[in-house]
């Protein structure tokens, strides 16, 4: 690596006796976070030269017009830089509208004495402006609501909040497959469409061109009618004449070359009658067989979908090359309203093989450089170790983000983080959970959902074991078979299978895995059981008739971990395209 390559996220820490500003090197200009997230603030550049870029925040004109304070932000960290435009420059009426581009050059300076930044641009040339008519902005003003925001999709990331989410959700997915590199788990791309539900519970969005191939036929079928009865009956009487031409022809005994011409006609009037047989078969609509769609006629042949999960898909490789995740967008047609669901949201699922819930062996992570010891639980040890490992990246990578969280959305968000880097999470089964609720509601606490062994845990419940009973995350463990996917390890219980969830205080459950079920006999049960077919689930059966393995896994909800990091409260704000019923921007 050059020495002017400084991974962004050590800009902050570089060598302070090196003043050089640092290039980026794909465009001719400097980031703002190489000048200003120095320890020194930026104040070791002065007399500088530097071409810098962004959007302005605020500006103003000043001392009578002579010159303009302009705050510029362009992405890179959540601090403005302050630029000072004299009007023999430019036109300061031009640079001064927030969401105007500009792109100036001039000379670092340190500002006179009691100003609170430590350096700021003067300007000698403007290179480009990208103007603004304030009049029709679609976000003129600097204080304005997320719900507002949602209306202005294209515009959002311009906004000090949308950035410094884009900028936190960018770190969580760095240490994501940081974390799951270091750890030898490979990258796997599971397919967006599938035809297999992983989660069984019919809530996916169907994928056809069934609809659009029986618009465009429609189409066209107003445009070129398809043959009547009267035509077909013609076209048969083409193709008697022209046997009887041929008959006629063989009986005289002409001559072959008059013969085979005629042959020929006869063949193409039969050609012709297949062709109009064919077309009058085309019926406008989506093709039926036996009363129900015909999804033969469909581009995959069979029913599709957008995937729920990519954990099904991804066993195959977990057993195979063993230690896999896969990270992407997975979709659920729920109709829910909620602040935290979203139709489309990204999923990080890791799989292990060799792993399962919950075994007698010990074992050491590192959290915060401790050395701690803990009981292994395979696959709740990587969920507790991963969720960790963000809260310690956020902290040491994304802080000036984290304080403008702080500052402006959750005043304990920095004090969560840290919490759940350092502090062992509570580890109790679904039994004692239930328990612990029972307890409470003796004690006077009033839910709304109903607490008996074999519910559902509702939002309330985890809310309530990890925010007021624990106050730091729980894992949740071994829940009833009757309310968990087909997937998941059967108990010797018989009752219970070996699934976790993770929750964590304010979103609730955060991640949910399990060990899967690998024993050949009792998974074909489970799937019977619950009443699903078995065909479509064949080949996952196929994993565990030949050369079967122990294994486990988790889905983490992307949007989830950003809310618990950043105390947003809407789920439709951490994601850049949020989708949701009824509306589906750009
Ligand atoms: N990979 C997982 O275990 C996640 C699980 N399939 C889910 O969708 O919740």
């Given at each position: 690596?050059?020495?002017?390559?400084?991974?962004?996220?050590?800009v902050?820490?570089?060598?302070?006796?090196?003043?050089?500003?640092?290039?980026?090197?794909?465009?001719?200009?400097v980031?703002?976070?190489?000048?200003?997230?120095?320890?020194?603030?930026?104040?070791?550049?002065?007399?500088?030269?530097?071409?810098?870029?962004?959007?302005v925040?605020?500006?103003r004109?000043?001392g009578?017009?002579?010159?303009?304070f302009?705050?510029?932000?362009?992405?890179?960290?959540?601090?403005?830089?302050?630029?000072?435009?004299?009007?023999?420059?430019?036109?300061?009426g031009?640079?001064?509208?927030?969401?105007?581009?500009?792109?100036?050059?001039?000379?670092?300076?340190?500002?006179?004495?009691?100003t609170?930044?430590?350096?700021?641009?003067?300007?000698?040339?403007?290179?480009?402006?990208g103007?603004?008519?304030?009049?029709?902005?679609?976000i003129?003003?600097?204080?304005?609501?997320?719900?507002?925001?949602?209306?202005?999709?294209?515009?959002?990331?311009r906004?000090?909040?949308i950035?410094?989410?884009?900028?936190?959700?960018?770190?969580?997915?760095?240490?994501?497959?940081?974390f799951?590199?270091?750890?030898?788990?490979?990258?796997?791309?599971?397919?967006?469409?599938?035809?297999?539900?992983?989660?069984?519970?019919?809530e996916?969005?169907?994928?056809?061109?069934?609809?659009?191939?029986?618009?465009?036929?429609?189409?066209?079928?107003?445009?070129?009618?398809?043959p009547?009865?009267?035509?077909i009956?013609?076209?048969?009487?083409?193709?008697?004449?022209?046997?009887e031409?041929?008959?006629?022809?063989k009986?005289?005994?002409?001559g072959?070359?008059?013969?085979s011409?005629?042959?020929?006609?006869?063949?193409?009037a039969?050609?012709?009658?297949?062709?109009?047989?064919?077309?009058?078969?085309?019926?406008?609509?989506?093709?039926?067989?036996?009363?129900?769609?015909?999804?033969?006629?469909?581009?995959?042949?069979?029913?599709?979908?957008?995937?729920?999960?990519?954990?099904?898909?991804?066993?195959?490789?977990?057993c195979?090359?063993?230690n896999?995740?896969?990270?992407?967008?997975?979709?659920?047609?729920?109709?829910?309203?909620?602040?935290?669901?979203?139709?489309?949201?990204?999923?990080?699922?890791?799989?292990?093989?060799?792993s399962?819930?919950?075994?007698?062996?010990?074992?050491?992570i590192?959290?915060?450089s401790?050395?701690?010891?803990y009981?292994?639980?395979?696959?709740?040890?990587?969920?507790?170790?991963?969720?960790?490992?963000m809260?310690?990246?956020?902290l040491?990578?994304?802080?000036?983000?984290?304080?403008?969280?702080?500052?402006?959305?959750?005043?304990s968000?920095?004090?969560?983080?840290?919490?759940?880097?350092?502090?062992?999470?509570?580890?109790?089964?679904?039994?004692?959970?239930?328990?612990?609720?029972e307890?409470?509601?003796?004690?006077?606490?009033?839910?709304?959902?109903?607490?008996?062994?074999?519910?559902?845990?509702?939002?309330?419940?985890?809310r309530?074991?990890?925010?007021?009973?624990?106050?730091?995350?729980?894992?949740?463990?071994?829940?009833?078979?009757?309310?968990?996917a087909?997937?998941?390890?059967?108990?010797?219980?018989?009752?219970?299978?070996?699934?976790?969830?993770?929750?964590?205080?304010?979103?609730?459950?955060?991640?949910?895995?399990?060990?899967?079920?690998?024993?050949?006999?009792?998974?074909?049960?489970?799937?019977?059981?619950?009443?699903?077919?078995?065909?479509?689930?064949e080949?996952?059966?196929?994993?565990?008739?030949?050369?079967?393995?122990?294994?486990?896994?988790?889905?983490?909800?992307?949007?989830?971990?950003?809310?618990?990091?950043?105390?947003?409260?809407?789920?439709r704000?951490?994601?850049?395209?949020?989708?949701?019923?009824?509306?589906?921007?750009?």
């Amino acid at each position: 690596m050059a020495d002017n390559e400084l991974p962004v996220d050590q800009v902050a820490t570089m060598d302070l006796n090196d003043d050089a500003v640092q290039r980026h090197q794909f465009s001719d200009r400097v980031l703002i976070k190489s000048i200003l997230t120095r320890p020194d603030g930026g104040a070791g550049l002065a007399g500088r030269q530097v071409r810098v870029g962004g959007w302005v925040k605020t500006g103003r004109e000043q001392g009578k017009g002579s010159f303009a304070f302009l705050e510029v932000n362009d992405g890179s960290c959540p601090a403005n830089l302050q630029v000072i435009v004299d009007k023999d420059v430019a036109d300061l009426g031009q640079l001064v509208p927030t969401g105007t581009c500009v792109y100036v050059e001039g000379m670092l300076k340190n500002p006179p004495e009691g100003t609170k930044q430590k350096i700021e641009l003067r300007v000698q040339k403007v290179v480009d402006v990208g103007m603004v008519d304030p009049a029709k902005y679609p976000i003129p003003k600097t204080k304005l609501t997320l719900e507002f925001l949602r209306d202005r999709i294209p515009f959002r990331p311009r906004t000090n909040t949308i950035a410094a989410v884009a900028r936190i959700r960018n770190a969580l997915a760095y240490a994501t497959h940081t974390f799951l590199q270091k750890q030898g788990f490979l990258y796997i791309h599971t397919p967006i469409i599938t035809t297999s539900d992983c989660e069984g519970a019919g809530e996916m969005f169907q994928v056809t061109t069934l609809i659009s191939d029986a618009d465009k036929l429609e189409k066209e079928l107003i445009k070129n009618p398809p043959p009547s009865e009267a035509d077909i009956e013609a076209a048969k009487l083409v193709i008697k004449e022209k046997g009887e031409a041929v008959a006629k022809l063989k009986s005289d005994k002409a001559g072959r070359e008059a013969i085979s011409a005629s042959v020929t006609e006869l063949t193409k009037a039969k050609e012709n009658l297949a062709k109009l047989e064919e077309r009058s078969k085309l019926k406008p609509g989506i093709p039926q067989k036996d009363g129900k769609i015909d999804y033969t006629q469909d581009f995959f042949a069979r029913q599709a979908f957008l995937t729920v999960s990519g954990q099904l898909q991804v066993e195959t490789y977990a057993c195979a090359v063993s230690n896999v995740y896969t990270f992407g967008p997975t979709f659920r047609a729920e109709h829910s309203h909620t602040s935290r669901h979203l139709a489309e949201f990204w999923m990080v699922e890791p799989e292990m093989a060799f792993s399962d819930l919950k075994s007698s062996r010990k074992y050491t992570i590192l959290a915060e450089s401790k050395k701690r010891l803990y009981e292994l639980h395979d696959d709740m040890n990587c969920a507790e170790a991963y969720v960790k490992f963000m809260c310690d990246w956020l902290l040491d990578h994304c802080f000036d983000d984290m304080e403008f969280m702080a500052k402006n959305y959750d005043k304990s968000c920095i004090n969560r983080l840290r919490m759940v880097a350092s502090t062992p999470f509570e580890r109790i089964t679904y039994t004692e959970a239930v328990e612990l609720l029972e307890v409470a509601v003796k004690e006077g606490k009033h839910f709304e959902n109903k607490v008996e062994w074999g519910i559902d845990l509702a939002s309330e419940h985890e809310r309530y074991l990890t925010e007021v009973k624990f106050q730091k995350p729980v894992i949740v463990y071994n829940y009833p078979k009757g309310i968990k996917a087909f997937y998941m390890r059967l108990n010797d219980d018989l009752k219970t299978v070996a699934a976790m969830d993770v929750l964590v205080p304010k979103v609730g459950e955060l991640i949910g895995g399990s060990q899967r079920e690998e024993r050949y006999d009792v998974i074909k049960s489970r799937i019977e059981d619950m009443g699903l077919p078995l065909e479509p689930y064949e080949w996952y059966l196929d994993l565990r008739r030949f050369g079967t393995v122990k294994h486990s896994g988790f889905g983490l909800g992307f949007e989830r971990m950003i809310l618990f990091a950043t105390g947003i409260d809407n789920i439709r704000d951490v994601i850049p395209f949020p989708r949701y019923p009824g509306r589906a921007d750009l």
